[in-house]
């Protein structure tokens, strides 16, 4: 699947602005890990397909996830983001006006992350 989505600039960016919209559609405040939780099993769903080496675990009392090619301690690149937003945000539906994403998480990491 991830291969496929970069055969062309408009189908990838269709795609992303799609992903994008899903992601903002979880509420998940920093402070509610349960929801992040929710938003992290969605992205574990996303790449099962990709045969992924996907591990979840809690650090400092926030789920956590770390996703490679395959199973190593000593990824030769890591790429970091995070899925929470913070306790203010309260638009969790994505809405496209003029060529651009509002939503809870589309300025921060939630469009990173996608």
């Known amino acids: 699947m991830v291969q496929d989505i970069f055969s062309g600039e408009k189908k990838l ?4 602005v799609s ?11 920093e402070h509610e ?3 992040v939780f929710d938003l992290m099993e969605f ?4 790449f099962k397909k990709d045969n992924l080496n996907i591990k979840s ?3 400092g009392g926030s789920p956590s996830m770390v996703i490679t090619f395959e199973e190593t301690h000593h990824p ?16 969790f539906t994505a809405e496209e006006n003029d060529g651009k994403l509002y939503g809870s998480g589309t300025t921060d990491m939630k469009s990173g992350i996608a």
């Open 76 to 91: 030769d690149i890591m790429l970091s983001g995070h899925v929470d937003v913070v306790a203010s945000s309260t638009n």
């Open 19 to 29: 992903l994008t919209k899903e992601l903002v559609c979880f509420p998940s405040h």
């Open 57 to 59: 675990f809690v650090y």
């Open 43 to 46: 992205i574990k769903s996303y």
């Open 33 to 35: 890990p349960l929801r």
């Open 13 to 16: 960016r269709d795609h992303l």
